[in-house]
């Protein structure tokens, strides 16, 4: 049978979206062709998260529904890509029905393995680790409007929570000719705002150049509006980096910077290599220097041992600092971490607790946030339409409804007549 109709969904963070289109540029390549339904598909690849338990349990059920799919149409080949599968390996195929199970370094050879499959009905599992960067690969531009660029992949920094480094390896940096190739094809494509996408941004380097080299040269290459980059490292960020940010023209004025916790305590246990101290003092430079910067952050509550005073120490910094938005999490165990060796682990009841409680002050802190932009005039780019209302992004990074018609891929004055919920909403005012 020819195996021609491939779908592809990507679970988790932004490296995973982008690994997707990288796959879908090697399937093309090989001559298969993309759907965007997956009953329409002969294959259907998962490209997934495997952070948190939720992450996987969400795979896991979409799995099970696949299996269902599969008694009404047997050929169907499902292949699980990413982290769970350089996690879980053949489990996934044994106990979850899996054809071909593929680490996040072996995307390269999809193509082969479909066909091995095709011809032996046994399922193939690759896991090897190596130095993968996917170089010469241009990942196919679906979006028209918004693009990333994987500078680097892996990581060093072993939070002792955190099972990236075991399912991704070590860090690698991305030349600098392939990330200028890569910014180049999303000009060409018509991107307008690109993302430079890596467990730590802040870590890349090549040829002697640092990360700030990097953005100054991606900064300098004409025929697109804005810049952003994802994730920094707290401990990495320094008071260089704002200054050198200020003299950017492309640069968006937001930086995701994960504080996890607030309690030294913790962040000790956790292996994150600063304070509480100097990540209030990083945002508050960054501020002094940006002005109409703003910061985003990750928070976890319920760390092993993490106690009451331990969590008052995070709320005193997310009152402090009054992020822009944060995502907010409880601890989960991931299997072989140094934090599973912590004990005691925090009672479920407790981080239940603790968790709504911090979600119910940044709730309120966001909607303060955006309560400000009122009657504010915002450049915004319109991303994407769903019915009549329109999605469009500050260079700050937030989002704002239109609820008259624009143009996707354009960049409009707007107004903030007024909030919903915690999303501005915004009038055009240079149509
Ligand atoms: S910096 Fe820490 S949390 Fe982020 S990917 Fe690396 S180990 Fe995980």
Redesign the pocket.
């Known amino acids: 049978m020819n195996r021609e109709k491939y779908y592809i969904r990507a679970y988790g963070c932004q490296m995973n979206l982008y690994e997707a289109d990288v796959i879908s540029s090697i399937m093309d390549k090989a001559g298969f062709a993309q759907v965007s339904n997956e009953r329409e598909a002969d294959i259907v690849y998962l490209v997934t998260c495997s952070v948190r338990n939720h992450a996987e349990n969400r795979v896991l059920g979409r799995l099970n529904s696949l299996k269902q799919l599969k008694k009404s149409k047997p050929d169907l080949i499902i292949g699980i890509l990413g982290c769970m599968a350089q996690n879980y390996k053949g489990k996934l195929s044994n106990g979850h029905g899996a054809d071909l199970v593929v680490g996040p370094d072996e995307y390269r050879r999809l193509p082969e393995l479909v066909n091995k499959f095709t011809q032996v009905h046994k399922p193939q599992i690759q896991t090897e680790f190596n130095t993968e960067n996917y170089e010469g690969i241009l990942p196919k531009v679906v979006n028209k409007t918004t693009g990333f660029v994987s500078i680097m992949r892996g ?1 060093n ?3 002792s929570y ?1 099972i ?2 075991y399912v991704r390896g070590r860090e690698r940096s991305k030349p600098k000719e392939q990330v200028i190739q890569e910014v180049n094809n999303l000009i060409n494509n018509g991107v307008k705002d690109i993302t430079l996408v890596g ?2 941004v802040l870590a890349w380097n090549g040829d002697g150049l640092k990360f700030l080299d990097l953005l100054k040269i991606v900064d300098g290459i004409s025929g697109f509006d804005r810049l952003r980059f994802i994730t920094s ?1 707290p401990k990495d960020l320094t008071i260089k980096h704002f200054d050198v940010l200020l003299t950017l023209k492309k640069f968006c004025p937001n930086i995701h910077l994960p504080l996890q916790s607030g309690s030294n305590r913790i962040l000790n246990l956790m292996n994150r290599g600063y304070t509480k101290e100097e990540y209030i003092q990083k945002v508050k430079k960054g501020r002094e220097i940006i002005p109409d910067i703003s910061f985003t952050t990750d928070v976890m509550v319920g760390f092993p041992t993490e106690t009451d005073d331990d969590f008052k120490d995070t709320l005193d910094v997310i009152e402090q600092l009054k992020f822009d938005f944060a995502y907010m999490f409880k601890y989960s165990e991931r299997p072989n971490t140094k934090a599973c060796e912590i004990k005691p682990q925090v009672n479920e009841t407790v981080s239940q607790q603790r968790l709504t409680k911090l979600i119910e002050i940044q709730n309120q802190i966001t909607n303060e946030k955006s309560k400000e932009l009122l009657d504010k005039t915002l450049e915004v780019l319109v991303e994407s339409k769903n019915g009549v209302q329109f999605y469009a992004r500050t260079k700050t990074n937030k989002v704002v409804i239109i609820k008259e018609p624009v143009e996707t891929g354009k960049t409009y004055l707007c107004k903030v007549i007024r909030v919903a919920g915690w999303t501005p909403i915004g009038k055009i005012i240079n149509n």
Request: proline share 10%.
């Open positions: 990581c920094n072993y939070c955190c990236v480094p467990q730590n490292h």
